[in-house]
């Protein structure tokens, strides 16, 4: 899992593993940033009800940036945070899994007795252990409906993770090839290019080009 491949290429896990942060850090801010830009609009109305601005524009413009800058602050807020949680979630299962060789419930509320005791960290022992617990009671619901969908879908987890690391290799593949029909279309217009001049103006050495 933590070993590239002979491309250099990181393995299907770690992938996974990286995509779910991804997904987490993305999900956090969108969140963060809607939820906090919303209460700051409705801040901005209710404290400047009294207050005379010069031009409707100016009122605009002041509650745009009070809004833009609620969101900019919620999405930071929440978005390092959620993807912190899902990314080390998504982390301990996928290595304990791979260790074990199978995915089972033990390791969802491993995982999540280990996330929630680390996000509460900085808050004491009594919080950490409290974290400890409902990241585990959670983990152990959200384990047991993951397992169950995929053992009714007749799936395993490795074939979920080959498939997503599948569609990357293939739209890495097409952005390849359209990268090199772009080079290749754009020398041989060069070519032509050349050629036409060629044909115009004869052949030159290099010491005779003014």
């Not at 252990?129 to 799936?155: D, E, R, Y």
């Amino acid at each position: 899992m933590y070993t590239k491949n002979e491309y250099e290429e990181i393995s299907p896990e770690l992938h996974n593993v990286m995509q779910t942060t991804l997904s987490g850090v993305f999900f956090g801010a969108c969140l963060g940033g809607f939820v906090k830009s919303r209460d700051a609009y409705l801040y901005f109305i209710e404290s400047n009800q009294a207050t005379a601005f010069k031009t409707t524009m100016q009122a605009k413009k002041q509650l745009q940036d009070y809004v833009t800058i609620g969101f900019a602050k919620g999405a930071v807020h929440w978005g390092w945070r959620l993807g912190v949680f899902t990314g080390c979630f998504s982390l301990i299962t996928t290595t304990v899994a791979v260790y074990r060789g199978v995915p089972a419930l033990v390791d969802y509320i491993m995982a999540g007795a280990i996330t929630g005791a680390v996000y509460k960290a900085n808050l004491g022992v009594a919080a950490m252990l409290v974290g400890a617990g409902v990241g585990a009671t959670l983990s152990a619901v959200g384990g047991f409906i993951i397992l169950s969908v995929l053992k009714m879908a007749g799936v395993s987890m490795d074939d979920i993770r080959r498939v997503f690391y599948k569609v990357k290799e293939a739209r890495k593949n097409q952005l390849d090839q359209a990268y090199e029909k772009s080079a290749k279309e754009k020398h041989d217009n060069l070519t032509q290019h050349h050629d036409v001049l060629v044909a115009e103006k004869g052949q030159k050495k290099v010491e005779e080009i003014d």
